[in-house]
């Protein structure tokens, strides 16, 4: 099937500084598709080229089929929905809604109907006669997206459109942003630096470093498959622990670190067995065991807890163990106070391998 | 245990509580309010001396005692002063002056002010190739002195067949006013988020739609500083309005000057008091309806960016 939005050898430059280098990136009908990075990797520059409000310096982009690398943002097909909301604060919601349709010259009849049935789909009806500053934040993002959604396209652009909400609100709005997903079945865009919001909204997950695309998968890949130590890094919280050793050859391939050796047995390498050398080890808190399940581990160390963390659900706790300092994400029950001993263990099944030199996954 | 419960109980009832008290007569108090009064004062006490004099006759007048309340109130040196009091050959008072002075400040605000939010939004929208040295010389253009200019542009306007007209001299303010009006506007305009801006981009709106219909309606308060700004630099400009006119179309100002300082004939102190409350009154209306708009208009953009 014809990709919805196909991206070929974009590059834009500011004078010197090369904000996008070459990047490709193909996004299908109706697919979900989150750029996900740290501030200043370009991810939000990447939603500006492709709606059009950046000239890009190289490259093409298409958008349903038809090449729009010339075309005005309002030409494109797309509907965005911004941060800030973007509310044209002067205009009662209704006045946002159909200012786009107005500029387009469409008849008021099918205006009206068209502001009617996204109002609906928000369920921001009553709000419809009211200027912006008299809505909350979650109606004000949810008149933004009113004013994407009565344009009719295939394309929906997000630029982390639920950061400025609070958290409770935010998760809300998920859920909602979701739910439109299903029902509208359009392609979208999102832009976000909240991994919460990537891995629960995403189709696909783009991770962004640099002006360009570090991996490109499902949310269960880039969890359970990081590319590379920094997508690793980048997913997960609290961050995964690494240890920082080599791996030894032998009929058994061994990683050690300081005091620490043990077998990599049940490891899945990507490209057969690597050569030995200095290599990560990085196991996610939450793969690692303790107390008893920590016995039938096939790794087991001791370890004094240093600070613990409750967040009711799960409880985290610091432990330093054989010199390393990890975190380690326990059941939120588990009676576990700082200063105590605690049998830690983990599956080199469930870990992950990065060379030393190129980052990249073994 | 008891009396240590009792103990806590008289510290509570005897000790601070509830509003901190603020004594009026404090030392601040009297230092703050000392000072602020001594400064209204000197400065309300020349427009005192003006509107009481304006309201003596002159033998009353050459009594000297100038702070003393009139005691026969007369309003004829207000009445000469708009409508017989002479300047040169015209003995008409400040009512020409006046009508000149409105129809050289009305359309030079309006153009300028028309002229200059566009350039600011422009500037700070859409940014183009050289904006920003196109800004910059705009900029520098106001640190020249008036001097070096007055003169090139006599010429200029004779050029042109309006030295000498009202035209001319609309022409002059509207130049003049264009590097800090344009400052203004961008600044204001750069303090509007981007992203508005962007929405209606996609939106489909094209420069002047985003101007007449996003940024304009937005900024009142900016406009309401530019408009207060060129009413009272117009309509006090002195220099511009002596070169750049002749006496049939001088300017208020240039016509208070030229009654207030005629060498002919007794001096007319009540007279020339009241012609320059009539000059000012128009500024000074201005600020007086707009204030609270300019203070906000003025926190919100000028400052900023």
Request: hydrophobic share 45%.
């Amino acid at each position: 099937m014809e990709p919805s939005i196909s991206i070929k050898n974009l590059a834009l430059s500011f004078g010197n500084l090369k904000v996008l280098k070459d990047l490709n990136l193909e996004v299908g009908q109706g697919e979900f598709l989150v750029l996900l990075g740290s501030s200043g990797c370009g991810k939000s520059t990447l939603l500006n080229c492709i709606a059009g409000l950046l000239d890009i310096t190289d490259g093409q982009i298409f958008i349903g089929g038809r090449n729009v690398t010339w075309e005005e943002p309002s030409q494109r097909g797309i509907g965005m929905v911004f941060q800030s909301y973007a509310l044209y604060p002067q205009m009662t919601v209704a006045g946002n809604l159909s200012f786009g349709l107005k500029n387009a010259g469409l008849p008021k009849a099918e205006i009206e109907e068209r502001v009617n049935r996204a109002a609906k789909i928000l369920q921001i009806e009553p709000l419809l006669k009211r200027k912006p500053a008299a809505l909350s934040g979650g109606q004000r993002q949810r008149a933004a997206i009113g004013r994407a959604l009565v344009r009719d396209v295939n394309v929906f652009l997000f630029d982390e459109p639920l950061s400025n909400l609070d958290a409770k609100l935010r998760a809300d709005l998920r859920v909602e942003i979701k739910q439109l997903h299903q029902q509208l079945q359009n392609t979208m865009i999102y832009v976000t630096h909240d991994q919460i919001e990537a891995m629960t909204l995403a189709d696909r997950i783009a991770i962004m470093r640099g002006g360009q695309i570090l991996q490109l998968d499902t949310p269960h890949e880039i969890y359970n498959k990081p590319a590379s130590k920094y997508v690793a890094d980048f997913i997960g919280s609290p961050t995964m622990n690494f240890f920082d050793g080599a791996i030894e050859g032998g009929d058994q391939l061994r990683f050690t670190t300081g005091d620490l050796s043990f077998t990599l047995e049940g490891y899945e390498f990507d490209a057969g067995s690597p050569a030995p050398g200095t290599a990560w080890f990085g196991i996610r808190p939450e793969h690692m065991l303790s107390g008893a399940d920590a016995g039938n581990a096939p790794i087991r160390m001791n370890g004094q807890v240093n600070l613990v963390e409750p967040l009711g659900s799960d409880t985290l706790a610091r432990v330093t163990a054989e010199g390393h300092s990890l975190w380690i994400r326990l059941d939120g029950q588990a009676a576990i106070a700082s200063g105590d001993s605690i049998a830690i263990g983990f599956d080199p099944a469930r870990a992950n391998l990065f060379d030393k030199t190129t980052e990249n996954r073994l | 245990m008891a009396d240590s419960q009792v103990l806590t109980d008289t510290a509570a009832v005897t000790g601070p509580f509830g509003r901190r008290p603020k004594p009026i007569f404090s030392r601040r108090n009297i230092m703050l309010y000392g000072t602020l009064i001594v400064i209204a004062v000197y400065y309300l006490l020349p427009l005192y001396v003006m509107v009481v004099t304006s309201l003596k006759g002159m033998p009353e007048i050459r009594f000297g005692n100038i702070f003393a309340p009139p005691v026969e109130i007369t309003f004829e040196p207000w009445v000469k002063a708009w409508s017989e009091a002479c300047t040169g050959l015209n003995c008409d008072g400040l009512s020409r002056g006046f009508w000149n002075s409105v129809r050289i400040t009305v359309p030079s605000v309006i153009i300028s002010i028309a002229i200059a939010s566009v350039n600011g939004y422009a500037l700070a929208n859409w940014r183009f190739r050289g904006s920003e040295v196109f800004f910059t010389i705009l900029i520098f253009g106001s640190f020249i002195p008036y001097q070096v200019m007055i003169y090139p542009i006599v010429i200029v306007l004779r050029e042109i067949g309006v030295y000498g007209s009202l035209t001319g001299l609309v022409i002059v303010h509207t130049i003049f006013g264009m590097p800090i009006l344009t400052l203004l506007f961008r600044n204001y305009f750069v303090s509007v988020p981007e992203e508005l801006f962007k929405a209606a981009r996609v939106d489909g709106a094209g420069f002047w739609g985003i101007y007449f219909q996003i940024m304009l309606p937005m900024s009142l308060p900016i406009f309401v500083v530019a408009i207060i700004l060129q009413i009272t630099g117009i309509w006090n400009d002195f220099l511009f309005g002596v070169v750049y006119t002749k006496p049939d179309t001088y300017p208020m100002t240039v016509q208070l000057n030229n009654i207030v300082n005629s060498v002919q004939g007794v001096k007319e102190y009540n007279v020339n008091m009241a012609a320059t409350i009539i000059t000012g009154l128009v500024p000074l209306t201005v600020y007086f309806l707009s204030g609270k708009l300019f203070v906000r208009g003025i926190a919100a953009g000028a400052v900023k960016g």
